[in-house]
């Protein structure tokens, strides 16, 4: 139990706690008891368990409670903040399966997730809708540039309800990176459109489970009825060959030099991260977000300890890789 210049063991259930409560406090996000259990890092905890540490944890002044969500600051704002948002996120999530319809008929499309903040069913004032899609191998480049031409040309280059930013294929579904910020990403996928892809996509990620062993697996009752126009159909008919194989370099050649051009300030690492540039996989956040991220995970840890003269121990699930 944390006090004055206590050590908080990793295998202890106040630390159990602790740990998805701080990542998610970056978001200023408070969360309820099912939600720390997800998103603990111990195969054992037990809801009961999560419930003692929570009660021990209010009685030292570590934790606050306010209505059903918990957070290490007394804070009614995040509360409400949190509300709004997953009101905000339902309304959405209806827009989503609109546009999610509509990817899913771009030729070699093979899946489509919703991922960010949506995914988590949380929608902010001014945020996107952020999709994950799974494409047919050799050629993601040609679906990305179909679809990115599309946003720019019939939706005037608005991200609102399109912002397409991680294409992966289906020979390449596990994700390289690996720690606290891509394992809570791939852990909370929406699966909208390609069931079968999911479930390969899952299984291709099951690293996740270090980090998340109770996160369940996201349901598939929703999901578009797995089917395919003709326009489609004929269109990756036409691009089977080698016109196929010289337009797929041609676009991924472009669009890496045009992002070399416009981010030329981004040091060689950061870029390969955040812009991740293969013929297996495109990434699109030029402003890193999960370097950001896992930076302000360590400041929010640090910041907590600070604030109740306590250590926490820094296992491989708690530290910044």
Same mark, same amino acid.
């Given at each position: 139990m944390p006090g004055k210049q206590d050590f908080i063991a990793a295998d202890s259930p106040s630390y159990q706690v602790l740990v998805p409560l701080l990542y998610f406090e970056i978001f200023s996000y408070p969360l309820t008891v099912d939600e720390i259990l997800s998103f603990s890092p111990s195969p054992s /905890?037990?809801? !009961? *368990?999560? /419930?003692? *540490?929570?009660?021990? /944890?209010k009685? @030292?002044?570590?934790l606050y409670q306010i209505e059903e969500f918990y957070l290490t600051h007394n804070n009614l704002e995040w509360v409400t903040q949190r509300k709004d948002n997953n009101k905000r996120a339902r309304q959405y999530l209806r827009k989503?399966?609109?546009m999610s319809q509509l990817i899913r008929r771009f030729p070699y499309v093979k899946g489509v997730l919703l991922s960010g903040s949506l995914s988590k069913q949380v929608m902010p004032k001014g945020g996107d809708i952020d999709y994950f899609i799974i494409t047919?191998?050799? =050629? /993601?480049?040609?679906a990305r540039s179909l679809l990115v031409i599309f946003k720019k040309v019939f939706l005037l280059n608005s991200k609102k309800y399109f912002c397409?930013? +991680?294409?992966?294929? @289906?020979?390449?579904?596990?994700? @390289? @990176? &690996?720690? =606290?910020f891509t394992a809570t990403e791939v852990a909370t996928l929406l699966p909208v459109w390609g069931s079968g892809e +999911?479930?390969?996509? +899952?299984a291709a990620n099951d690293w996740m489970k270090e980090y998340f062993p109770n996160y369940p697996k996201r349901k598939k009752e929703n999901m578009l009825p797995q089917k395919r126009s003709i326009v489609q159909s004929s269109l990756e008919y036409l691009m089977n060959g080698k016109f196929g194989d010289w337009l797929e370099e041609f676009f991924m050649k472009k669009t890496i030099q045009?992002? =070399? =051009? &416009?981010?030329? !300030?981004?040091? !060689?690492? !950061?870029f390969a991260v955040a812009l991740k540039s293969k013929p297996y996989v495109s990434k699109h956040h030029p402003q890193n977000f999960q370097a950001r991220v896992l930076k302000a995970y360590h400041d929010c840890i640090q910041s907590f300890e600070q604030r109740n003269n306590v250590q926490m121990e820094r296992p491989f699930f708690f530290r910044i890789k």
């Open positions: /905890l037990s809801k !009961s *368990a999560v /419930l003692k *540490a929570i009660d021990e /944890l009685r @030292e002044g570590c989503a399966q609109m047919q191998p050799q =050629r /993601l480049w040609i397409v930013n +991680y294409f992966v294929d @289906e020979n390449h579904l596990e994700i @390289e @990176e &690996k720690n =606290r +999911y479930d390969r996509f +899952y045009h992002w =070399r =051009r &416009k981010f030329h !300030s981004m040091d !060689s690492d !950061s």
